[in-house]
């Protein structure tokens, strides 16, 4: 299957700081990418929808400017968690792909 | 009511036993289902797709009732390492999007 990455895997960082997360399609070309936040014992909720060279899509709830994404090539999508608080503190996912999603390996962001 | 639902389980089963996973989805224009697996702390992959004939790969096999609206997974002979949680996954738009269920867990013992 295709390949997505994400980067960094973890991080921790202190309130109010930003923390931005980077997903890569390897090797293929994605006009369109989706991020996803999984609290623990939880499903995945699409928080909002990439799209290469215009604005992003969000899912209702999901504060546009507390989370900024940037897709400006056909193989980069990035989240940034601006003012990251505790409540933050998630698992987040990327997926890119055509008939089928392929996810990258996700970023637990912790939030002191 | 959730647009995909499944019974968060969890499902404890002994080596060897045949286990099925149902999952109903709200919308009936949907076009495309996945299952897909999730192991702790990591992402979501792709297990199979369903398709409206049913399909089976090895052990597993899916199956779609568009009339009901509901899919399944069955596993056969299972083996410890099959222990993960198992995501129905719904695609609902002419896009990609997927919206997922809540997750199967699934316990295989000794």
């Known amino acids: 299957g295709a390949v997505v990455s994400q980067h960094p895997s973890r991080v921790i960082c202190k309130s109010g700081t930003s923390v931005k997360i980077e997903c890569r399609s390897l090797?293929?070309?994605?006009?369109?990418m989706f991020w996803y936040r999984q609290f623990p014992k939880q499903s995945l909720m699409l928080m909002a929808t990439?799209?290469?060279?215009?604005?992003?899509?969000?899912e209702q709830g999901v504060e546009k400017d507390k989370f900024l994404i940037n897709h400006a090539s056909l193989t980069l999508s990035t989240l940034t968690v601006t003012s990251a608080h505790p409540e933050d503190s998630s698992f987040y996912i990327c997926?890119?792909?055509?008939?089928?999603?392929?996810f990258g390996p996700g970023t637990r962001l912790l939030v002191l | 009511r959730k647009e995909v639902e499944q019974d968060p389980g969890p499902f404890n089963v002994p080596e060897g036993a045949t286990v099925a996973f149902n999952c109903t989805y709200s919308?009936?224009?949907?076009?495309?289902f996945f299952w897909y697996r999730q192991d702790c702390r990591k992402e979501p992959k792709l297990l199979m797709s369903v398709y409206s004939s049913g399909n089976e790969d090895g052990r597993f096999t899916a199956q779609l009732n568009r009339a009901s609206q509901y899919i399944s997974l069955l596993i056969r002979d299972s083996k410890l390492s099959d222990s993960a949680t198992y995501l129905c996954v719904v695609n609902s738009d002419a896009g990609n999007m997927l919206t997922f269920g809540g997750g199967t867990r699934l316990m295989v013992k000794p």
């Open positions: 990439s799209n290469e060279g215009s604005k992003a899509t969000y």
């Open positions: 997926s890119g792909g055509w008939e089928t999603q392929y």
């Open positions: 919308n009936s224009a949907s076009q495309s």
């Open positions: 090797d293929f070309q994605a006009t369109t």
